[in-house]
C-alpha cells in the first residue's frame, strides 16, 4: 500500500494528469477513501452541497468522452468523478441538523434558528443556492484531488465539457449543477509542467491598496 505523502507533499505533488495507464483498475476501497476523504470537506451550515457521480463503467466514460470535448483522459482514467452542486441543499438542513441534535453536538433551539436562517438565506434568491453550491462542491473537489494524490493516484479537474449535454445524458436531476468533472487514475506519464506567480503578487496584508 502507499504510504501517507503528508499534506505539504501532496499538495505539491498533485498536478493535473492527462495520460493514464487504461488498464490499471482502482480498488473500490482506495475509491471509497478518496470519496471519504471528499465528504469531509467545510460546507456553509454544514450543508455538504456536493454529490458524487462516480463513472467508472467503460461505456459510459466513451459516452461522456464528446461531451467532454474528446480530453482523452476520460476514457483512459479507471474513474471520472463528476463535482455535482446541490442548488436546494436547504432541503437538508433539517436532517443534518437533527443529526447534530441527536450526537448531542447542538441544542434544539440552535437547530431552529438555524434552520429558519438557511431557509430566509435561500429563499432571498436563487443566486444564492447557485454560489452556495459552487463554492462548497468545489471544496469537495480539492479534498478529493488530495486524497487521490496522497494515496499515490492522479487527478485532473475539467471544467471542459457541455454541461447541458452532460446534464442530460447522464439524467441528472435539476437539483444539481456540474461543477467539474476530475479524472482520477493512475499516471502513465506526469502532468505537464506548471508554475505560480509568486506569492507577492498574491498576498496583501490587511489593504489592496
Ligand atoms: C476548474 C478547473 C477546470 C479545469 N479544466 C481543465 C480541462 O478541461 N482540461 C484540462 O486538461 N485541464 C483542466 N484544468 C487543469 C488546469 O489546466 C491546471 O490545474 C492548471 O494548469 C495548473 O496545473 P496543475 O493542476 O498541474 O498544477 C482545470 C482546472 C480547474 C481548477
Given at each position: 500500500m502507499q504510504e501517507d505523502l503528508g499534506l505539504f507533499q501532496t499538495i505539491e505533488e498533485r498536478h493535473s494528469v492527462k495520460n493514464y495507464d487504461p488498464d490499471f483498475v482502482l480498488s473500490q476501497e482506495d475509491l471509497e477513501d478518496i470519496l471519504h476523504a471528499a465528504n469531509l470537506a467545510p460546507s456553509s451550515w454544514n450543508l455538504q452541497h456536493w454529490r458524487f457521480l462516480v463513472i467508472n463503467e467503460q461505456s459510459k466514460q466513451e459516452e461522456l468522452l464528446p461531451i467532454a470535448y474528446n480530453q482523452q483522459q476520460i476514457v483512459d482514467a479507471s474513474a471520472v468523478i463528476a463535482i455535482l452542486g446541490d442548488l436546494?441543499?436547504?432541503?437538508?438542513a433539517d436532517s443534518i441538523t437533527q443529526s447534530a441534535v441527536d450526537a448531542g453536538f447542538m441544542s434544539g433551539e440552535v437547530k431552529h434558528l438555524l434552520v429558519d436562517q438557511i431557509n430566509k438565506a435561500y429563499e432571498s434568491s436563487a443566486a444564492v443556492g447557485h454560489q452556495l453550491a459552487l463554492v462548497n462542491a468545489s471544496l469537495a473537489a480539492m479534498n478529493l484531488m488530495l486524497a487521490a494524490k496522497a494515496k499515490g493516484f492522479d487527478t485532473c479537474p475539467m471544467g471542459g465539457f457541455n454541461a447541458q449535454k452532460f446534464l442530460e445524458s447522464f439524467d441528472i436531476p435539476k437539483r444539481y449543477v456540474p461543477i467539474m468533472l476530475i479524472s482520477l487514475g493512475k499516471a502513465l506519464k506526469p502532468a505537464h509542467r506548471s508554475s505560480r506567480k509568486p506569492l507577492s503578487e498574491k498576498v496583501f496584508y490587511n489593504t489592496m491598496k
Open positions: 436546494e441543499a436547504n432541503k437538508e
